[in-house]
Every structure is written in structure tokens, then in C-alpha cells.
């Protein structure tokens, strides 16, 4: 009879065949332990690419709107929820002549209804083009020219595309142009200028149950660009003690309070992950040991079959290798079809800026985890095969006899 050699990959994947429900059990340990790292690193790094998005795009020292309307202009900004919140707009050369303002732009927000564009209620948001400087400079890489009448650019989640019309209150406007995705309440906002803004609410008046408003010279916030030596808190404080009836977001105590709560969040996911790799090791650790105790005679016989230490040691690594890919490649698996399909969900739920890296630095994250979840296989039973490989045949065979 020919001889037939076997490799240490060959018996090893043999071993585990011979075992499905412990090769199972070993494998969705570590498919959770792969799953975690993931989606973990996923969620963190996209948190943290929305909230540069955000910091890149917010432009504005101070943010002036009305008393109360603080929280309604950051849950619009960060959650996307719309609101319609109104200022007279004689504030805004006053506002404009403090000491320390050296730029101050007006908006308009209307919360409006449902629409055959969008799923839910969106954003509209009107600007002035001659005084803005916050949306035009990251309008000017998807349009070139000047934003007209009745025309509106959208943002990355409203189900339309430029040259489509988009119906508010029974009145198209067109859609000029489609921004790239922000990870902010922009991507499902819609701008046009304040004129279109304002023309809008006269029509809410004549056809919408729940008008938007009424009357003219209203706008709902006032973004203000600071001198470079002046002081956020001190202009902050002026603006309020001559104009009672507004509160101010400072953007820098904004932006710090987001990345306090990303701090927080990438805290818990890394305390997590840890936590799991510990108990995978140690579990794995033990299993494995229990394991190879109770195999000892099929290791010394195959010692005396002529497996030298070093071939029965790839054994048990192989084994262990190929259980960890297992469960690896289905952790990988789930936390990509758990995570990619449900962003939206996952972004609103976080309530924070959230945008997804670049593909090549996602594949980057999927391999990283895939080689860390892979090694922990072999690590954890390291020690038990050293240790197994050294013992000796004869006592191995003749051991519980």
C-alpha cells in the first residue's frame, strides 16, 4: 500500500471536520471578538470624519438666534430634526457694527412638510449670497453659477437629482445643483436664496394648513465671522445684553462639547473591544488547553508514527489558524451587513456628525481587523501546544491506563 503523507494543514483541517460543534462553539467567540473590532473602529472613525466635516463646514464664529432656539439650531445641524425659529432682520446691522463682528450673514429656516423628494420633513434653509460665508465657499465645487430665483441646491439624501424639479407648498423649484455628502443635517437640507426663502412663506400662508409664518423681514439666525483678535465670549456677551431677546452658540464650545461626546463614545467602544479580547483569549486559552490534555495520545502516537515536535506543533497552530479564519470571516461578514445598509439609522440614533471614511481606508479597518482577530487563535494556544509537544511519548500513551 502507498504510503500517504500528510501535512499539518491536512490533519489539522481533518481535526476540525471531526468536530464541527467545537470548532463552531471556538469560532463564534471569535466571530464576535471580529465583529466588535470592526464595527467599533467603523463607527468611531466615521463619528470623527463627520465632526472634521463639521468644523470644516460650520464657517462661523457665533451663531445669534432667537431666545430658547439654541438647541433647535444644533439638533438641525447635527440631527437633522427641521425647525422654523424667526428674528427680525433690523437686528442685523446692529449686530454687524459691534465692536468685533467683522462679518454677519443672515439665514432662514422653514421646517416643511412631506414632499415627493424626501421620506421625511426637511430642512429648507435660505441664505443671503451677497453676505454669506459659510455655504457659498463648499457650494462653489458643485456649481458655477449664482444660485436664481426658485432654484435650490439640495443635499446628498434628498431623492432628487440637478435638473429635476422638487414641489414645496404647489410651487417646483428646480434643483440647480446636489452637494456631496457632509455627515451633518445638511445632507438632508435644501437651500435656496432668501428671496426663494421668503417667497416660500408667502405661499405657505395661501396654501399650507400649518403656514411657515407670515409677514416679511425675518430671518432665523445670524452667523457672524469675528475679528481675528477679538474674543467669542466677550462680543457674545455684548450681542446679548443689547439684544435680550436672543441667545448665542459659540462654535468653539459647541465643537468642544461634540468632541467631548465622541471622547466619550470612542472610550466605551475601545473599553469594549478590550474587554472582549480578553475574554476571547482566556477563553480560548482554556478551551484549548482542556482540549489538547485530553488529546494527548493522539499526539504521542502520532510521535510514534515519526511527527516530529515541530510537525505536531503546526498541528495544533493550524488548527487553531483555520477556526480563528472561521470565525473571522463571519464576524467581518455580519458587521458589514449590519453596518453599511443601516448608516442612516445608525447616524440619527448617534445624534452626532457622522461620515463615512474613504473605500481605501474602510478596506484598510477590514483588514486590520480580520489580521488581529486571526491571531488570536494561535496566541491562545501558543502555551498549550509548547507545552504539549514536550511531553514525552511513552508517558503520553501509557497515561490513565
Request: hydrophobic share 50%; aromatic share 8%.
Given at each position: 500500500?502507498?504510503?500517504i503523507?500528510?501535512?499539518?494543514?491536512?490533519?489539522a483541517?481533518?481535526?476540525?471536520?471531526?468536530?464541527p460543534?467545537?470548532t463552531?462553539?471556538?469560532a463564534?467567540?471569535?466571530?464576535?471578538?471580529?465583529?466588535?473590532?470592526?464595527?467599533?473602529?467603523m463607527l468611531?472613525?466615521?463619528?470623527k470624519?463627520?465632526?472634521?466635516?463639521?468644523?470644516?463646514r460650520i464657517?462661523?464664529?457665533?451663531?445669534?438666534?432667537?431666545?430658547?432656539s439654541?438647541?433647535?439650531?444644533?439638533?438641525?445641524?447635527l440631527?437633522s430634526?427641521?425647525?422654523?425659529?424667526?428674528?427680525?432682520?433690523?437686528i442685523?446691522?446692529?449686530?454687524?457694527?459691534?465692536?468685533?463682528?467683522k462679518?454677519?450673514?443672515p439665514?432662514l429656516?422653514?421646517?416643511?412638510?412631506d414632499a415627493a423628494?424626501c421620506?421625511?420633513?426637511v430642512?429648507?434653509?435660505?441664505?443671503?449670497?451677497?453676505?454669506?460665508f459659510?455655504?457659498?465657499?463648499?457650494?462653489?465645487?458643485?456649481?458655477?453659477?449664482?444660485?436664481?430665483?426658485?432654484?435650490?441646491?439640495?443635499?446628498?439624501?434628498?431623492?432628487a437629482?440637478?435638473?429635476?424639479?422638487?414641489?414645496?407648498?404647489?410651487?417646483?423649484?428646480?434643483v440647480?445643483?446636489?452637494?456631496?455628502?457632509?455627515?451633518?443635517?445638511?445632507?438632508?437640507?435644501?437651500?435656496?436664496t432668501?428671496?426663494?426663502?421668503?417667497?416660500?412663506?408667502?405661499?405657505s400662508?395661501?396654501?399650507?394648513?400649518?403656514?411657515?409664518?407670515s409677514?416679511?423681514?425675518?430671518?432665523?439666525?445670524?452667523?457672524v465671522?469675528?475679528?481675528?483678535?477679538?474674543d467669542?465670549?466677550?462680543?457674545?456677551?455684548?450681542i446679548?445684553?443689547?439684544?435680550?431677546?436672543t441667545d448665542i452658540?459659540?462654535?468653539?464650545?459647541?465643537m468642544?462639547?461634540?468632541?467631548?461626546?465622541?471622547a466619550?463614545?470612542?472610550?466605551?467602544?475601545?473599553?469594549?473591544t478590550?474587554?472582549?479580547?480578553?475574554?476571547?483569549v482566556l477563553?480560548?486559552?482554556?478551551?484549548f488547553?482542556?482540549?489538547?490534555?485530553?488529546?494527548?495520545?493522539?499526539?504521542?502516537?502520532l510521535?510514534?508514527l515519526?511527527?516530529t515536535r515541530?510537525?505536531?506543533?503546526?498541528?495544533?497552530?493550524?488548527?487553531?489558524?483555520?477556526?480563528?479564519?472561521?470565525?473571522t470571516?463571519f464576524?467581518?461578514?455580519?458587521?458589514?451587513?449590519?453596518?453599511?445598509?443601516?448608516?442612516t439609522l445608525?447616524a440619527?440614533?448617534?445624534?452626532l456628525?457622522?461620515?463615512?471614511p474613504?473605500?481605501?481606508?474602510?478596506i484598510?479597518?477590514?483588514?486590520?481587523?480580520?489580521?488581529?482577530?486571526?491571531?488570536?487563535?494561535p496566541l491562545?494556544?501558543?502555551?498549550?501546544?509548547?507545552?504539549?509537544?514536550?511531553?514525552?511519548t511513552?508517558f503520553?500513551?501509557?497515561?490513565?491506563?
Amino acid at each position: 500500500m502507498k504510503a500517504i503523507s500528510l501535512s499539518p494543514a491536512a490533519l489539522a483541517f481533518t481535526n476540525i471536520k471531526r468536530k464541527p460543534a467545537r470548532t463552531i462553539g471556538l469560532a463564534l467567540i471569535v466571530a464576535v471578538f471580529a465583529f466588535a473590532v470592526f464595527f467599533g473602529t467603523m463607527l468611531t472613525q466615521s463619528l470623527k470624519t463627520g465632526i472634521e466635516s463639521l468644523s470644516d463646514r460650520i464657517g462661523a464664529d457665533l451663531m445669534i438666534v432667537p431666545r430658547g432656539s439654541d438647541a433647535d439650531l444644533q439638533n438641525s445641524l447635527l440631527r437633522s430634526e427641521p425647525s422654523t425659529f424667526y428674528l427680525e432682520d433690523d437686528i442685523i446691522a446692529d449686530v454687524s457694527a459691534t465692536p468685533g463682528v467683522k462679518q454677519a450673514s443672515p439665514q432662514l429656516f422653514i421646517a416643511s412638510l412631506d414632499a415627493a423628494c424626501c421620506t421625511v420633513p426637511v430642512q429648507l434653509i435660505g441664505y443671503d449670497p451677497q453676505t454669506d460665508f459659510t455655504i457659498t465657499p463648499w457650494m462653489l465645487s458643485t456649481m458655477n453659477d449664482p444660485l436664481g430665483e426658485n432654484e435650490v441646491v439640495i443635499g446628498s439624501l434628498i431623492l432628487a437629482e440637478p435638473g429635476d424639479e422638487v414641489f414645496f407648498y404647489g410651487q417646483p423649484f428646480r434643483v440647480a445643483a446636489k452637494l456631496d455628502e457632509t455627515g451633518m443635517g445638511f445632507d438632508s437640507s435644501i437651500f435656496m436664496t432668501m428671496t426663494t426663502a421668503q417667497h416660500m412663506i408667502d405661499l405657505s400662508g395661501e396654501k399650507a394648513v400649518h403656514p411657515a409664518g407670515s409677514g416679511s423681514g425675518l430671518v432665523s439666525s445670524i452667523l457672524v465671522r469675528l475679528d481675528a483678535q477679538a474674543d467669542a465670549n466677550a462680543v457674545s456677551t455684548t450681542i446679548t445684553n443689547d439684544f435680550v431677546h436672543t441667545d448665542i452658540v459659540i462654535s468653539d464650545d459647541f465643537m468642544r462639547g461634540i468632541s467631548n461626546e465622541l471622547a466619550n463614545t470612542s472610550g466605551m467602544t475601545l473599553a469594549i473591544t478590550i474587554l472582549l479580547w480578553v475574554v476571547a483569549v482566556l477563553v480560548l486559552l482554556f478551551v484549548f488547553s482542556v482540549t489538547f490534555n485530553e488529546r494527548k495520545k493522539e499526539f504521542a502516537l502520532l510521535s510514534v508514527l515519526g511527527a516530529t515536535r515541530g510537525k505536531i506543533t503546526s498541528v495544533i497552530l493550524c488548527e487553531s489558524l483555520f477556526t480563528t479564519m472561521i470565525g473571522t470571516v463571519f464576524g467581518l461578514m455580519a458587521a458589514c451587513l449590519i453596518f453599511f445598509p443601516f448608516q442612516t439609522l445608525i447616524a440619527t440614533s448617534m445624534g452626532l456628525p457622522y461620515l463615512s471614511p474613504p473605500a481605501m481606508t474602510i478596506i484598510v479597518y477590514l483588514l486590520v481587523s480580520a489580521g488581529i482577530s486571526i491571531l488570536i487563535g494561535p496566541l491562545s494556544c501558543l502555551y498549550s501546544a509548547i507545552r504539549l509537544s514536550k511531553t514525552e511519548t511513552y508517558f503520553s500513551i501509557r497515561e490513565n491506563e
